[in-house]
């Protein structure tokens, strides 16, 4: 089996100022799983996934145990502003985020093979010379996806990468995800969609300010507990 | 250096006497501005690029107003006249630290706070020349704020040089990162961008730039000549190799004819607000081609 990581949050902790956001949370993500995160809006989904990626103070601790060594990380944000009238078309905003070498001289020649398959399967090779801000909203999401792939992650950290994704598209997503999670990658995903989780989580969490419940989605995702989510959410 | 300074000026001498030239480029000075214009154009348009991309051309103007209280502060502390680099460099960098430090620390919009520094360090800059500059010929405030490209000495060339070297050398090295950092922190962070030490070192770098070329094009057509080249190549291009391809290439276009064009035809303007008007010039074609594509 490739490389993965185990995670360990413990007693997570995180305030904006007098606001706390995210209070003792304990969280466990394996090798091998497709973790989701699920919670209402203002849950704080957003604020744990970048306390995962060592972006956030907080108390409280996260430890890392990689299967082999330490492996690569790919992060699909839930939102990106860009500049409208920057001239960053999609193959240089992945050669952005992907390389050392200069955007501007081209994809690394390294990482073009991976870059072409990539767009392919998402559907977007035509479109490669498009400006970011000429893409539709679905389409964004796909190029935000297509970057954390590059080069293949063992931890790959999603933000609700597919909300305006169609159903195809939500098909390859989901397929690519899958063959990470059989190479051993982690996977932790922050989704929306309850009744996808179900068909693809191997475990979810739902996490409202601190975690409500946490487990297998069979036995997790029961009517009681999902009215919890929403519930919680009213008494603010 | 000068060495290699002086084959290039007895060369055009050749060339001028061959009647490949014109005759103004026997002249040393001619070709000193020259040298300058090809090492400032390609330096201003290529940093001018990622200025634009990370929205920072505000925040580069008022580092280059920052430029005149340097001066001032230079000549109070008896460095020479035309040449304060020590404070002018020292005040500038600090200025740029500081501006970027309270920016990230009040979480204040951006624009209030260097529309507030921008007018803070004019004013202060052009009280405290008054106040050094009382007993000295005021036109050095009116060669600060203009430039005088046509008396760049050999020592001037190289401090450009030098700064262009390490500018386009870090700017290269460093272009992904630091673009990505504006574009989002969070995803460079994850590609293990220190976005915030990449964050300080490019106002740093911006700092260096518009010191070193200051003498040259002045303080406020610095940062014209950052910010136009790379805004024109802008309205025109569907990708990065492009954008900084002609932001390059109208910037060094700019800085030549802005020297050549005055000369050759007799026009009594400065070298330095010439650079401006061909950019600018070449600003409107650009516009206007954008425009015409739209409809
Ligand atoms: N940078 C910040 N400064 C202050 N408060 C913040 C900041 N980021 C998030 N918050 C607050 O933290 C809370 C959790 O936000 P977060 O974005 O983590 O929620 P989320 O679960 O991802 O929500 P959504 O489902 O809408 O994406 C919100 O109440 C928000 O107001
Ligand atoms: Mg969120």
């Not at chain 1, 082999?68 to 193959?91: A, M, S, W």
């Not at chain 1, 792939?149 to 195809?168: H, R, Y």
């Not at chain 2, 057509?221 to 990065?240: D, G, H």
């Not at chain 2, 390059?248 to 000369?263: R, Y």
Request: aromatic share 8%; charged share 15%.
């Amino acid at each position: 089996m490739a490389n993965g990581v185990n995670i360990k949050v413990e007693n997570l902790s995180l305030s904006f100022g007098k606001n706390e956001v995210l209070q003792n949370i304990n969280f466990e993500a394996k090798a091998g799983e497709i973790h989701c995160v699920i919670g209402p809006n203002g849950g704080g989904k957003t604020t744990f996934a970048k306390s995962l990626l060592g972006q956030t103070y907080h108390n409280g601790k996260i430890t890392f145990e990689w299967i082999e060594k330490r492996g690569i990380v790919g992060y699909v944000p839930q939102i990106i502003n860009i500049d409208k009238t920057l001239p960053v078309n999609v193959l240089d905003f992945i050669a952005l985020c992907i390389q050392k070498r200069p955007a501007f001289l081209g994809v690394d020649k390294k990482f073009k093979k991976q870059v072409d398959e990539t767009l392919d399967k998402l559907e977007m090779k035509n479109k490669s010379k498009y400006l970011f801000s000429e893409l539709s909203g679905g389409e964004r999401q796909r190029v935000l996806f297509a970057q954390a792939l590059i080069p293949n992650p063992q931890l790959l950290i999603l933000d609700e990468p597919m909300n305006s994704v169609d159903k195809s598209g939500a098909e390859v997503f989901s397929r690519i995800i899958d063959g990470l999670k059989q190479n051993g990658a982690t996977v932790i995903w922050i989704h929306h969609d309850l009744e996808q989780v179900q068909k693809i989580a191997d475990k979810v969490s739902c996490i409202n300010k601190t975690v409500v419940f946490s487990g297998e989605p069979k036995s997790v995702m029961n009517e009681k507990n999902l009215l919890k989510i929403f519930s919680s959410r009213q008494g603010e | 250096m000068d060495f290699l300074y002086d084959i290039i000026r007895h060369s055009a001498q050749n060339l001028v006497q061959a009647g490949a030239l014109p005759d103004s480029f026997k002249f040393a000075f001619v070709i000193n501005s020259l040298l300058c214009a090809l090492i400032i154009g390609p330096m201003l348009g290529a940093i001018g690029t990622a200025v634009v991309a990370k929205r920072m051309a505000f925040f580069s103007n008022a580092i280059g107003h920052s430029a005149l209280t340097g001066i001032a502060i230079g000549i109070m502390l008896g460095e020479p006249v035309n040449s304060p680099y020590i404070s002018l460099f020292s005040f500038a960098i600090l200025f740029a630290i500081f501006l970027n430090f309270s920016k990230n620390k009040s979480g204040m919009s951006h624009d209030t706070l260097i529309g507030v520094f921008l007018s803070a360090s004019l004013a202060i800059g052009a009280a405290l020349m008054m106040f050094a500059t009382k007993d000295i010929n005021i036109h050095i405030l009116d060669g600060y704020m203009f430039g005088s490209i046509l008396t760049a000495s050999n020592s001037d060339i190289n401090l450009l040089l030098a700064v262009a070297i390490l500018a386009i050398g870090a700017g290269i090295y460093g272009f992904n990162r630091t673009i990505m950092s504006g574009l989002n922190p969070a995803l460079a962070q994850v590609r293990g961008v220190p976005v915030l030490i990449y964050d300080y070192i490019f106002v740093i770098l911006i700092a260096l730039i518009t010191v070193a070329s200051v003498k040259i094009v002045g303080s406020i057509l610095v940062e014209a000549l950052l910010i136009i080249p790379a805004a024109a190549a802008r309205n025109i291009t569907r990708s990065l190799k492009s954008f900084v391809i002609l932001s390059v290439v109208f910037a060094t276009i700019s800085a030549v004819t802005g020297i050549v064009v005055p000369m050759e035809f007799k026009i009594p303007i400065p070298s330095g607000g010439a650079i401006i008007i061909c950019a600018t010039i070449i600003f409107i074609l650009t516009l206007l081609v954008k425009i015409v594509r739209r409809n």
